[in-house]
């Protein structure tokens, strides 16, 4: 599909989508949970399709409505002999370590830009505790279980997903107190998101600074019928809030201002760059203004890295965006697919070690960008479009399903003109 956006002026207000990031994760706990869920405001994006689909092939029996999905689960009694993560980096890294609780042989299969990514820390970890593997680096790959909860100590440099799996795993099968040295821990603040749905199931798990995880069977309890609403999602709004930023005023209800998701960080961006926001009960609110150069880390956030691109692209003078090293293994390789983006805008840039410095332009140029099958380039892209100075063409722009399918929607809702074909 491509889209075309015309640049103009934004104005309106749009209620942000659940958050797939906590909706996976509610899925994943609610699997392993003995009893009942039920889970009110859940998304319904590709990955977390395929996040409700693997818990089903894993035991969970599921009834939806309209409203709500209500999940009835004994723990992890494989109905398959194979778990299919669609395009989903998290559903793979959070449910391989969920699935070796089975000692059941599993297949973990993939499809598109999943097959490509590597699945850092499976090959070095998992036999150490028990559970046996064939395949590479990269999926498909079979496992087979039952995983055995040890104390270990593993490298999370390359991302926080793994990590949470085995959180969750742990919080299953620990039979005594155990725990997890980490070394150079990235994107802590999704971590914070699964000790909390842990926590809301009755299984709390503390950390020594992030260093060393520990897993204590004798706190856990079973609360019963657990009831989750799922928060709105601060990746999605931050396209919204920064649209509004650069060409004209979008209100996002539903945004948890105390939520612990790492991209909520677009907030303190907006401000130093000088955007106008209002923060009210149940809405923010962010206007155009004269904005200015920013310097932000994203090394905990990497997700936003394609969003602030554009916002920096529209900001008065040179803005340095740190963390380069989180982009290569994403759906698409975005250090490559964002300089692509910016240098059909016409922005200047230049990468430094680990830094991207943009430096800002009064228009950014009618073009066509590529999204390379990568959702977050599709959106990044839609927002710049709004400051071109003709329209923008984006191609394989239904890559939007993978986690926002409303969003052209919405920005049509807000008076832009977008054209799909």
């Given at each position: 599909m491509q889209a075309t956006i015309s640049p103009g002026y934004i104005s309106g207000t749009v209620t942000a989508p659940p958050s797939k990031s906590v909706t996976q994760r509610v899925l994943a706990a609610a699997l392993l949970h003995n009893g009942k869920t039920v889970i009110r405001h859940a998304g319904r994006s590709d990955d977390e399709l395929a996040a409700l689909q693997i818990i089903q092939q894993l035991g969970a029996r599921v009834t939806q409505t309209e409203e709500t999905i209500e999940i009835t689960s004994?723990?992890?009694?494989?109905?398959?002999?194979?778990?299919?993560?669609?395009?989903?980096?998290?559903?793979?890294?959070?449910?391989?370590?969920?699935?070796?609780?089975?000692?059941?042989?599993?297949?973990?299969?993939?499809?598109?830009?999943?097959?490509?990514?590597?699945?850092?820390?499976?090959?070095?970890?998992?036999?150490?505790?028990?559970?046996?593997?064939?395949?590479?680096?990269?999926?498909?790959?079979?496992?087979?279980?039952?995983?055995?909860?040890?104390?270990?100590?593993?490298?999370?440099?390359?991302?926080?997903?793994?990590?949470?799996?085995?959180?969750?795993?742990?919080?299953?099968?620990?039979?005594?107190?155990?725990?997890?040295?980490?070394?150079?821990l990235k994107s802590k603040p999704y971590i914070d998101l699964t000790l909390e749905v842990l926590k809301s199931f009755g299984r709390p798990i503390s950390h020594d600074h992030y260093k060393e995880f520990y897993i204590d069977p004798s706190l856990f309890t079973n609360p019963g019928i657990v009831e989750v609403c799922v928060e709105a999602d601060w990746s999605s709004a931050v396209y919204l809030l920064v649209a509004g930023a650069i060409a004209g005023s979008v209100t996002v209800k539903n945004l948890n201002i105390n939520s612990k998701q790492a991209d909520k960080a677009i907030l303190a961006v907006l401000q130093n760059a000088g955007a106008g926001i209002t923060v009210e009960q149940d809405a923010i609110t962010v206007k155009q203004a004269r904005l200015q150069a920013f310097e932000f880390d994203a090394t905990h956030c990497p997700d936003l890295f394609p969003v602030l691109a554009i916002l920096a692209a529209c900001c008065e003078g040179e803005s340095y965006i740190t963390g380069v090293n989180r982009l290569f293994h994403k759906e698409s390789n975005r250090a490559e697919s964002i300089s692509e983006m910016l240098e059909n805008f016409a922005v200047p840039f230049s990468l430094e070690d680990d830094s991207l410095c943009i430096t800002g332009v009064r228009k950014l140029q009618g073009t066509v960008i590529d999204a390379y099958h990568d959702h977050r380039i599709a959106m990044a892209a839609a927002v710049g479009a709004l400051r071109a100075g003709s329209p923008v063409d984006i191609k394989h722009a239904e890559a939007i399903s993978k986690s926002y399918p409303a969003f052209y929607n919405d920005l049509i809702s807000c008076g832009v003109k977008c054209n799909l074909a």
């Open positions: 004994t723990g992890v009694v494989p109905v398959s002999g194979s778990i299919n993560c669609g395009e989903s980096g998290l559903s793979a890294r959070l449910f391989t370590p969920i699935a070796a609780l089975s000692g059941r042989e599993i297949r973990i299969e993939a499809t598109g830009s999943l097959l490509k990514r590597p699945m850092h820390g499976f090959k070095d970890v998992l036999p150490l505790l028990g559970v046996s593997m064939t395949g590479s680096e990269h999926l498909p790959m079979t496992i087979q279980g039952p995983l055995q909860a040890q104390s270990i100590s593993i490298n999370a440099e390359s991302g926080s997903q793994f990590l949470s799996g085995l959180l969750f795993a742990y919080s299953s099968s620990a039979k005594e107190s155990v725990s997890i040295k980490v070394a150079g």
